[in-house]
């Protein structure tokens, strides 16, 4: 049950809701997703468009910034300000534990060190980024390392925008999917919460099945990221190949596919589809694109997909406005609507993932 009320609204600026109901807090999410699809979509499908809703201490990462008091909090709406927090009804409930014990451990070291704390949840266990301004001393590495030791966590800095730098690790970081479990860096980009990924894993799954339950599909994967719905896809697939623009993805998903003997199913290319989308020409040796891009879209590579003999595509989007952007262009070319879902993965905001299954 989504039922909000913190005592924090109004000054940090992380939610857009509060004292609010589920029922009504649903209805206003279904229609700001309608609003942004029912100028591309036919009103029978934006009808029966599927809700997922989850519920509150869902989200695995959280970047919280610290101010000169060494205090951790989130900035004020439309602010630097840092509005310092006790209380968060959207962190996971372990993140918002190892918070606490990050204030109180941060009394013994200089302010103005550090300005932010990521903690990530994976599935294996939590990990914790400092941002810094300067290079530590060895007495202050050494208060890190015993903190990490002391709560079980890994701990990696980074000063200003330079290297990701790792303190102490102790364990790889990881999540499961599909039985296999993925290694993974600190600063990686993953769904928002574990639940979310496991829907949309599942709309996948279903998807593939659907058009062929002989395994002899082949798949390209777009925009992979680390390869999550690679290794979901895997078991369903005769082969899949994997395109992402940044080489440390690339980097991350070879050695995840290597770790898992997964050579002769998984290929990992590195691209910019931005700049050199996949050319209908290449597309056409796949049965089916997964295509996962960042917020501004991916309308470059699908005027290559609609040129192309592509009759199945999975499109999974964070930003409503460019999926429907995008999906116009499908639906123009001749792909029909198969499935619509929305994921409320960013409760409390005004942000959905949404899923949409085309063929033709």
Sequence with gaps: MIEFSCKHFGSCGGCFYDKIGSTPYKELKKQLVKKDLQ??????IIDNVDFIWLDKYSRRKSTFHIDCNN??????????KIIKIDECLICNKEILALKTKIEEFLKSLPAKLFTKAIITNFDNG???????????TFSQSQKLINFAKTQNINISYQINDGDFLPIILNRSNQINIANYQLDLASNIFIQATKEGLTEIDKIIKEQIFSVSKSKNLKIADIYTGFGAYSFTASNLAQNITAFEGSLDMIK???????????????????RDLFQSPITHKELNKFDLIIINPPRNGATPQIKEIVKSNIKNIIYISCNPKTFAFDSKI?????FKTKKLTILDQFIGSKHLEIAGVFTK
Excluded: M, P, W, Y
């Design 71 to 80: 205090k951790l909090g989130f900035f004020a709406s439309r602010s630097k």
């Design 39 to 44: 100028s591309v979509f036919d009103s029978r």
């Design 252 to 270: 991350i998903l070879k050695n995840n596919i290597a770790k898992h003997n997964l050579n002769h199913k998984i290929q990992a290319q590195n």
């Design 330 to 334: 499908l639906l123009d070319s001749g």
């Design 126 to 136: 939590l990990d914790l980024v400092f941002k810094i301004t300067q290079e530590l």
